[in-house]
């Protein structure tokens, strides 16, 4: 099994540029989550998506969008990238219940110029 | 805001040392997570303690857990140099009615010397 798998794994992008990030999870999982993780800030949730077809804002969802195309896939897009959106992103996914881990992606580390 | 908040926010000890970390948090909880990441990669899952449970172990890992004060410590004994990497809470908001809002904290990083 994969686990989570999130595309790309670097990206540089110019200002006022749109990019989506993907992430597919194979393990069945219902919950699936987007962070963004800057220096000394820790995990930011970005959006998150109990089950395919629902969408909620974490705390830092100015900015992006997201879609769960189907159980396996959550993808994060950025309209129109900042130089404030320059930070690593990952992906993540669990069961619905909260009672059991989250499985992480390994990153993608976006910058904007 | 971040539901965590880990404490220290940076640890330097010696390999077999002993390494403390706290958790802070603000709401209710049906549990409470430990992940650890390396530099450079995704968190790993290291430990889920629930809010009914006051301790748990798991290895060289020690977590407890402290409902009335709303915190968690992670213990690691005998610490090698590779648990070098920074260590997150994270909880889940039983009050979001069923939403999913897995949430972290700053996080610690741990340094261990050889």
């Known amino acids: 099994n994969a686990g989570v798998t999130q595309t790309p794994k670097f990206q540089v992008l110019k200002t006022g540029q749109s990019m989506t990030l993907q992430c597919a999870q194979d393990?069945?999982?219902?919950?699936m989550y987007w962070y963004r993780q800057d220096p000394g800030m820790g995990l930011r949730l970005i959006y998150y998506?109990?089950?395919?077809?629902?969408?909620d804002k974490g705390e830092v969802p100015n900015g992006y969008n997201v879609s769960r195309l189907n159980k396996r896939e959550f993808s994060l897009r950025l309209e129109s990238a900042a130089p404030s959106q320059t930070s690593v992103y990952f992906c993540?996914?669990?069961?619905?219940?909260?009672?059991?881990?989250?499985?992480f992606g390994q990153g993608t580390r976006l910058t904007v110029v | 805001s971040q539901q965590g908040e880990e404490d220290p926010q940076a640890l330097s000890i010696q390999e077999g040392e002993n390494a403390t970390m706290n958790c802070s948090y603000k709401?209710?909880?049906?549990?409470l997570q430990w992940y650890r990441q390396n530099s450079g990669r995704g968190l790993v899952h290291l430990i889920l303690?629930?809010?009914?449970?006051r301790e748990k172990h798991s290895g060289r890992l020690r977590v407890t857990l402290d409902t009335s004060k709303k915190s968690s410590s992670l213990l690691i004994t005998a610490s090698r140099a590779a648990d070098t990497a920074s260590y997150f809470c994270?909880?889940?908001?039983?009050?979001?009615?069923?939403?999913?809002?897995?949430?972290f904290g700053k996080g610690t990083k741990l340094t261990v010397n050889p």
């Open positions: 993540a996914s669990s069961f619905l219940d909260g009672n059991t881990e989250a499985f």
């Open positions: 393990m069945n999982h219902n919950s």
């Open positions: 994270a909880t889940v908001d039983p009050t979001q009615g069923g939403s999913e809002k897995l949430v």
């Open positions: 709401t209710s909880i049906n549990n």
């Open positions: 303690i629930r809010s009914n449970e």
């Open positions: 998506s109990a089950s395919e077809g629902t969408t």
